[in-house]
């Protein structure tokens, strides 16, 4: 079992910069792929970002390439979202997720672990 938290959300004016943090227990995340996804009101979910263990490879929806980085800590079982310039329409809540498999997916249903979500709020 892994559980996996998040934190860093808040409120930010747009142009600004936010850094989500996702911290999982268990002893295997650095052979898990991590992921973020985000939803906002009304709207489905969407694909942000993932990354993969071995080789280190990391992925991004068309909406955040350039300005979203996806980075991971194996020592410190963190996985991070660095969001750069940042828009009103990337407010959302920001969930983290984990792939057994390591397939760094941008489907969410082939993540076997979620976070409980950060809310991100991006004024104009």
């Known amino acids: 079992q892994v559980q996996l938290v998040e934190s860093g959300g808040g409120l930010v004016q747009a142009g600004g910069s936010l850094r989500l943090s996702c911290v999982a227990s268990?002893?295997?995340?650095?052979?898990?792929?991590m992921g973020w996804f985000r939803q906002a009101p009304g709207k489905e979910r969407e694909f942000v970002a993932a990354?993969?263990?071995?080789?280190?490879?990391?992925y991004y929806g068309d909406s955040v390439k350039g300005r979203f980085t996806i980075s991971r800590d194996n020592a410190k079982n963190t996985v991070y979202l660095q969001m750069n310039s940042l828009k009103p329409e990337d407010t959302a809540v920001y969930y983290c997720?984990?792939?057994?498999?390591?397939?760094?997916?941008?489907?969410?249903?082939?993540?076997?672990?979620w976070g409980q979500g950060t809310q991100v709020t991006v004024s104009s």
């Open positions: 997720a984990a792939d057994r498999y390591g397939r760094a997916n941008s489907y969410g249903g082939t993540y076997d672990y």
């Open positions: 268990g002893r295997t995340f650095s052979s898990y792929a």
């Open positions: 990354i993969r263990w071995s080789p280190d490879r990391t």
